[in-house]
């Protein structure tokens, strides 16, 4: 049947449409979804109460969404990545990669803008045997996925260590509560000898000429 020549300019403009990219309405009101619809929303991350003891990294991690909701899994775990040393030296970390399974619907959070949620996490970042120990100052990127497994945040962090212990006198730290045990104090109270003043007994046990 030969096509009429209005139907051949409706076709033509839906095929426009089609190749050219041009929003195509069905109904008045509703639009398809566009990736700037289906974007994570941006999120504040706080990262509190941080320690590091030059093997772990471990801190509270908080999450906020701002201007629409957040999808997150409700046991959270976020990624620490690119760790190096503040001062830019070569380090060497230990890489940890997480294969969970396949979110379960009943694991999933809508945050909404304004509240906060969040998790107590924890990561060897170093190993006394492997590694060796870390830095005192680290830097680092502390990534956070979304429950369909999106990249919602990149964010920086930093962790100092605390300064090691000094040692008192020689003595290594983990032997100085031997100082004040009874047995230590005896051996301080012995007389000092004097290596210099002692007799010459390199002829000990010669008898004298006759």
């Known amino acids: 049947m030969p096509m009429s020549r209005s139907g051949l300019g409706?076709?033509?403009?839906?095929?426009?449409?089609?190749?050219?990219?041009?929003?195509?309405?069905?109904?008045?009101?509703?639009?398809?979804?566009?990736?700037?619809?289906?974007?994570?929303?941006r999120i504040k991350v706080e990262f509190?109460?941080?320690?590091?003891d030059g093997r772990v990294l471990s801190g509270l991690v908080l999450v906020s969404p701002e201007g629409r909701n957040l999808r997150?899994?409700?046991?959270?775990?976020?990624?620490?990545?690119?760790?190096?040393?503040?001062?830019?030296?070569?380090?060497v970390s230990i890489i940890m990669d997480h294969f969970g399974s396949k979110p379960h619907p009943d694991?999933?959070?809508?945050?909404e803008p304004g509240y906060w949620y969040g998790h107590r996490v924890s990561f060897t970042l170093f190993d006394?045997?492997?590694?060796g120990i870390g830095p005192e100052c680290i830097d680092a990127r502390l990534l956070?996925?979304?429950?369909?497994?999106?990249?919602?945040?990149d964010v920086p962090i930093r962790a100092v260590r605390p300064p090691v212990p000094a040692t008192d006198g020689g003595v290594p730290e983990g032997l100085r509560h031997l100082i004040n045990s009874p047995a230590f104090s005896d051996l301080k109270k012995l007389p000092e000898v004097d290596l210099n003043e002692l007799p010459d007994v390199s002829d000990a046990g010669v008898p004298p000429p006759p």
């Open 107 to 111: 694991d999933l959070l809508i945050l």
């Open 144 to 153: 956070i996925s979304s429950f369909d497994g999106k990249l919602v945040a």
């Open 72 to 91: 997150l899994h409700r046991r959270f775990s976020p990624d620490v990545q690119q760790v190096a040393d503040c001062a830019r030296q070569p380090t």
């Open 10 to 41: 409706v076709a033509s403009l839906l095929l426009v449409a089609a190749c050219g990219g041009i929003p195509f309405w069905s109904r008045e009101g509703t639009r398809p979804a566009t990736d700037d619809m289906q974007a994570p929303p």
């Open 48 to 52: 509190q109460d941080v320690h590091y």
């Open 128 to 131: 006394e045997y492997f590694t």
